[in-house]
């Protein structure tokens, strides 16, 4: 390493490289204070709030039309599906409070009355929850079925090939 | 008995590992080879241990010994022998102990490549491998042990978790995200050992470069293997959610890219060696704090399999690798002056500079958007998800500068560029790039990143296939060789550089095609009867069929969809959804048809019990298969380049490559210039 000082020239590149060395780090500052406000600014844009019916209520008017999750069970005969429209229609709830939804496109095959669910969406004024993806809540535990719901039993026709053509 | 085997194996491992790491310590500090030789000695031992415990919990579940905790957890007599086998990777503990048999084969493989070199740095990198095996060991005989025994034994299991026993995917990512993440500890071992022995000189560089690349190229082919799961698996038709798991496996790969390009900064110039240092340890740290997140159960996904104390060790290992690290380098900063500097604003340095600015912004954003929920959650108490588009808003921007710095790096010289150079090397790349912005805002992109890429990708592309050109040309010219064999030769003969370029070439034809995936992504869902027909982008299909099939293991409701052209059948597709025995949801197996211009890609979302009809959503992707086409290439490009040099080399002699290459003979060091350039067969393993 010492032979790199030996051709060292003297002062004024010194100086020179010291004032370059000043700009490098205010730049450096600049970039960093400049990231630092987007990442800020981004990131309070594009937070996604996870609530329950209840806490979404309680939000008031500040629930209105963010992007928000919402958790709950789906209230068992609240379910109306219109297989045609694609619309579906059903209740969200948390034992305390209840919320409507709407969402478009068919849910997927396990939703079902009483299910945990994670829906994607928007709170709109009227009190009606856009939804624009509905997820099954997962749960890493995966259990078996429960009894009525044996998937050789329920698709017991389609199984011995009686489909329809 | 394969309980107690696989379980002593590991007990033995643990308890040589501790020795082995003051045995090393000693015999670097000292000189003495018979200690090194003692400590390389427990390396061999510790892989010969970890191989003896993978093989025995293989063979555990394979025969179903469900007296084996693990077994008991993972397995099920149901489950095929395939899915079985590679089960043992498929929860927490077997996993770890897949984890320490790739870490085991890597220091062995390490030490045995490096067991005739003097001094103290291998020894020291030995150490530091087997600091990181005690840790490992040590969650094997604590929190993550797979070998407790289980009493009374159970009959039969409940078999993998659903979505990890539904593709074949699953035999190839994880293997291939274990070697790259846990082959980032060989370069981090030999920062640490190149520190402790205060040689940070070219040695350090050769040898961790050529490791770097290593596991990039497996963490590579990772990322993209598990993009093609998720496309394959998950129903969504898309391939990247910015989710917590996903970005546990980026941010190492980001700032192991940043080294790859930063490491000839200071073979070449000398320059960057405290930064390179940091990088390789910040790398090692990101490999960590992944499997922290995956692993401990922190975020919810289909990788976070437990609850337990196992976190707290992560944690505490993170903690101390991070102090340990930081002093070093604090202490050994004082000899690690840079011995170049920055010649002019127009170089290839300042290329790589710029590069490693954004792979560093790149990395803190991504870390930030994935650590931010866990915070507020355990600051504030409140549950928030940091969405897609502020990865996307905040990362696009500097994935489209990276594009154009892949295009301008190679072409530019070291040190300075001369002064009608850039005229003559970019006239003709910015004018393909015009042409294609044009292009693609003509034939209708209104997505500006999109454009973006396309440009700056056709751009890259354009510098990029030029350098393969220029360096055939002067090779044709100088012998006579005909296109093919001037090709062959050139790469052959400057394997690290145009390995880099190939691998440029991958980078970008991904990029473009993720581009132009998103952007011309159509979907639509139906709910049709057997004989309808739906159409989508010109694509037709029609329901023929509802059918179901047991299985041993599942339930496969499937359905059978004609595509048409007009009335003609030209192909069948069978979107399913499978019913695994163990689990109240079905798991969605998507149909895929590619072709080189994209995929149609098929989804059964619900179907009626009398198969009287069915809910299908039909997606149209261009260019998808070129997103993993784009993978292979850029590991084709990392092997290449650590493709190793023959002993004779091709062509009768060394043809110097015009300006811009590597291989240029370094300039005449100017007056005052720090130090001459070491002659590059000094530091590469590429002959001239």
């Known amino acids: 390493m010492a032979d790199a000082n030996v051709n060292e020239p003297i002062t004024p590149r010194k100086r020179r490289s010291s004032g370059k060395r000043a700009g490098l780090i205010i730049g450096l500052v600049v970039i960093l204070s400049g990231f630092g406000y987007l990442v800020y600014g981004g990131l309070g844009e594009n937070l996604v709030y996870f609530l329950t019916p209840q806490e979404l209520l309680a939000k008031g008017t500040r629930a209105f039309d963010v992007p928000l ?45 009483g299910i945990g669910v994670v829906v994607e ?45 | 008995m394969t309980r107690e085997l696989g379980s002593s194996a590991i ?194 560089i050769k040898t961790t470069r050529k490791w770097t690349i290593v596991a990039w190229g497996f963490l590579s ?53 405290v930064w390179n240092l940091s990088l390789v340890t910040a790398t090692f740290l990101l490999t960590i704090l992944g499997t922290f997140l995956t692993r401990s159960g922190v975020l919810s996904s289909v990788h976070a399999f437990s609850n337990g104390p196992i976190g707290y060790y992560f944690l505490t290992f993170i903690a101390l690798v991070l102090v340990l690290s930081l002093m070093l380098l604090a202490g050994r900063s004082s000899e690690l002056h840079s011995k170049g500097r920055f010649d002019a604003p ?74 009608d150079f850039l005229k003559r090397e970019f006239g003709v790349p910015t004018a393909v790039a015009i042409v294609v912005a044009a292009l693609s805002v003509a034939i209708g992109t209104r997505d500006w990143f999109a454009v973006g890429a396309f440009a700056f990708g056709a751009f890259a592309l354009t510098t990029n296939l030029r350098q393969f050109w220029i360096g055939a040309a002067a090779r044709m010219k100088a012998h006579g060789e005909n296109p093919f064999v ?19 070439i991958g980078a970008i034809a991904t990029a473009v095609s993720i581009a132009a995936s998103s952007a011309f992504k159509a979907e639509r869902e139906a709910t049709i009867k057997p004989g309808q027909t739906m159409s989508l982008r010109g694509h037709t299909i029609r329901l023929d069929s509802l059918w179901g099939q047991e299985q041993s293991q599942r339930v496969v409701i499937g359905s059978t969809v004609a595509v048409l052209d007009g009335q003609r059948e030209i192909g069948r597709m069978n979107p399913r959804l499978n019913f695994y025995r163990t689990s109240d949801q079905p798991i969605a197996t998507p149909a895929v048809r590619s072709r080189a211009s994209g995929d149609l890609y098929l989804n059964l979302m619900a179907f009626e019990q009398d198969g009287s009809g069915a809910t299908i959503r039909m997606i149209v992707e261009p260019l998808v298969p070129w997103i993993w086409v784009g993978g292979l290439i850029v590991v084709l490009g990392a092997a290449i380049s650590l493709w190793p040099a023959r002993r004779r080399v091709w062509g009768t002699a060394p043809v110097p490559v015009p300006e811009g290459g590597d291989e240029l003979p370094a300039l005449p060091p100017r007056l005052g210039a720090p130090r001459p350039i070491p002659a590059r067969s000094a530091v590469s393993g590429d002959a001239p």
Not at chain 2, 358 to 363: D, K, P, S
Request: glycine share 10%.
């Open chain 1, 69 to 113: 999750r919402l958790g709950g069970q789906v209230v068992p005969g609240s379910v109306q599906w219109n297989a045609q429209t694609l619309d579906l229609r059903f209740k969200v709830t948390d034992g305390v409070k209840t919320i409507d939804v709407r969402s478009h496109g068919s849910p997927p095959q396990m939703f079902r009355d």
């Open chain 1, 121 to 165: 969406g928007r709170f709109a004024k009227g009190g009606l929850f856009e939804s624009t993806n509905l997820m099954i809540r997962h749960s890493n535990e995966y259990r078996p079925p429960k009894d009525g719901h044996m998937p050789a039993e329920m698709y017991k026709s389609l199984i011995k090939g009686s489909s329809a053509t």
């Open chain 2, 11 to 204: 007990m033995v491992a643990m308890g040589l590992a501790v020795l082995g790491v003051p045995l090393a310590v000693n015999g670097a500090h000292t000189g003495r080879r018979d200690l090194v030789r003692g400590a390389y000695a427990v390396v061999y031992t510790n892989w010969a241990l970890l191989a003896v415990a993978n093989l025995a919990m293989v063979w555990a579940l394979v025969s179903h010994d469900f007296s084996v905790s693990y077994v008991s957890q993972v397995g099920s007599r149901a489950t095929p022998l395939f899915y079985t086998i590679i089960s043992l990777w498929g929860a927490l503990e077997g996993s770890i102990l897949f984890w320490g048999f790739i870490l085991a084969s890597y220091s062995a493989a390490v030490v045995w490549i490096n067991r005739k070199r003097e001094g103290a740095m291998v020894p020291y990198a030995a150490a530091t491998l087997l600091g990181i095996a005690v840790f490992f060991n040590l969650l094997l005989v604590g929190p993550a042990d797979p070998f407790k025994l289980v009493s009374p034994v159970p009959a039969d299991g409940p078999g993998p978790n659903p979505l990890l026993q539904n593709h074949i995917l699953m035999g190839v990512h994880p293997p291939l995200l274990y070697l790259g993440y846990v082959g980032m500890s060989v370069p981090f071992a030999f920062a640490i050992g190149a520190l402790l022995a205060g040689s940070t000189d070219d040695e350090w």
């Open chain 2, 221 to 273: 082919a990772a990322i993209i293997a598990g993009m093609w799961w998720s496309y394959e698996v998950l129903g969504w038709g898309g391939y990247w959610a910015w989710d917590p798991v996903e970005n546990a496996s980026f941010m190492p790969w980001l700032t192991a890219t940043a080294f790859v390009h930063s490491v000839m900064v200071e073979e070449r110039r000398g320059m960057l060696r």
């Open chain 2, 346 to 419: 127009v170089s290839r340095e300042t290329v790589f500079l710029l590069n490693n600015l954004l792979f560093t912004v790149f990395t803190f954003t991504v870390l930030i958007g994935t650590l931010f929920p866990l915070a507020a959650d355990s600051i504030r108490h409140v549950k928030v998800s940091v969405g897609g588009p502020f990865f996307n808003k905040m990362t696009l921007p500097i994935c489209m500068a990276l594009l154009f710095l892949m295009g301008v790096g190679p072409a530019l010289p070291w040190r300075r560029a001369p002064k």
């Open chain 2, 486 to 504: 001037a090709l062959a030769r050139l790469v052959g003969a400057n394997r690290r550089r145009y390995g880099g370029y190939v691998a440029h």
